[in-house]
């Protein structure tokens, strides 16, 4: 274990409280008074998580966490007042992992930091997308049909990828064209319905399903069921 963990909490009572428990679970812990000293931290040294109160002096969390995300991808946690639904909703928005409203029981804030370092140890999980058995990793570019691993070309899985971010929606053609082989595109016009062909053969053929299903005088679908 040993992720390292930043506070940033200007009640000195709460982040003490917090390092010590934290400390003890075996974390190594930091802490930061106001949002300056925690956006220096960051910048000098490598952090697991933040733990980030919304109700700082000077830069608040809210600020706080915008500049994070400009520049990193790590998981934050933040602390919130108990009826700040604005907050909450602008945190999240803003790319904040999780809230959780103070006060709060200890136990609960672990099962929150361990969620957040487990989620980021597997990034690709929250983005993988699936359809019955077929499951495709856009992080890894790795797709997967009851487990086997399907041999796809670069347009083949941008082609899949774009149909499944788009499950149970018909797109038409023109737009997959557009979307995937790009507006400059000046090949063949049934490039789509080519490699639509190329799909079913390396996924509804080889494993007996249907989910690629034409729309006549339309475009195609990606659904379960027909
Ligand atoms: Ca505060």
Redesign the pocket.
């Known amino acids: 274990m040993n992720e390292n963990i930043l506070i940033i909490?200007?009640?000195e009572k709460i982040a003490r409280f917090v390092e010590l428990e934290l400390s003890y679970e075996g974390y190594r812990v930091q802490k930061a008074g106001d949002g300056r000293e925690g956006l220096e931290l960051l910048e000098s040294q490598s952090f697991d998580l933040v733990l980030l109160?919304?109700?700082?002096p000077g830069i608040n969390g809210i600020e706080v966490l915008r500049r994070v995300r400009k520049i990193s991808q790590i998981p934050v946690i933040m602390l919130t007042a108990r009826d700040s639904v604005v907050d909450k909703v602008t945190g999240l928005d803003l790319g904040a992992d999780d809230y959780i409203t103070k006060p709060f029981a200890i136990e609960e804030l672990l099962a929150r930091i361990r969620t957040a370092l487990r989620k980021r140890g597997s990034p690709t999980l929250t983005s993988e997308l699936m359809l019955g058995g077929l499951m495709l990793d856009p992080a890894s570019r790795k797709a997967t049909m009851n487990g086997d691993v399907l041999e796809l070309t670069k347009r083949e899985f941008d082609l899949l990828k774009h149909l499944l971010e788009n499950k149970d929606i018909v797109l038409t053609r023109d737009v997959l064209l557009e979307r995937v082989w790009g507006y400059d595109y000046h090949g063949e016009t049934n490039a789509v319905d080519v490699y639509i062909r190329f799909l079913r053969s390396k996924i509804d053929d080889e494993y007996g399903v249907k989910y690629i299903h034409t729309v006549r005088g339309v475009g195609y679908v990606m659904r379960e069921q027909e």
């Open positions: 909490e200007d009640e109160d919304i109700m700082l």
